[in-house]
Nanobody, 121 residues
């Protein structure tokens, strides 16, 4: 069984920072893309940042220059450093990862349970 667990959410004032973590555990052979999504209240889930296994990254325009995605392959963990947070960043943040449990098998998508980020004064 594979699990993704997010942590690091909370309440922060505008202009503040948070660092989210997404740790994968269980039967893991390899991890491909790791993606952070968010779902603001009353809105659809949207992708925020992507990192592939070689470290290349991509960001939504709304977070470019403020958010940084990274990963530690040895720890099977992805991070999202969020700076200069604004009220519109308020959302539940989810981690998604494409994980191969065993060699020579197809990868599957896994999701974490989400972590709440609230930006408010």
């Amino acid at each position: 069984q594979v699990q993704l667990v997010e942590s690091g959410g909370g309440l922060v004032q505008p202009g503040g920072s948070l660092r989210l973590s997404c740790a994968a555990s269980g039967s893991i052979y390899s991890i491909g893309d790791m993606v952070w999504y968010r779902q603001p209240p009353g809105k659809q889930r949207e992708s925020v940042a992507l990192i592939i296994s070689d470290g290349r990254t991509n960001y939504a325009d709304s977070v470019k220059g403020r958010f940084t995605i990274s990963r530690d392959n040895a720890k099977n963990t992805a991070y999202l450093q969020m700076n200069n947070l604004q009220p519109e960043d308020t959302a539940v943040y989810y981690c998604n990862a494409r994980i191969r449990a065993r060699a020579f098998t197809s990868p599957s998508d896994y999701w974490g349970q989400g972590t709440q980020v609230t930006v408010s004064s």
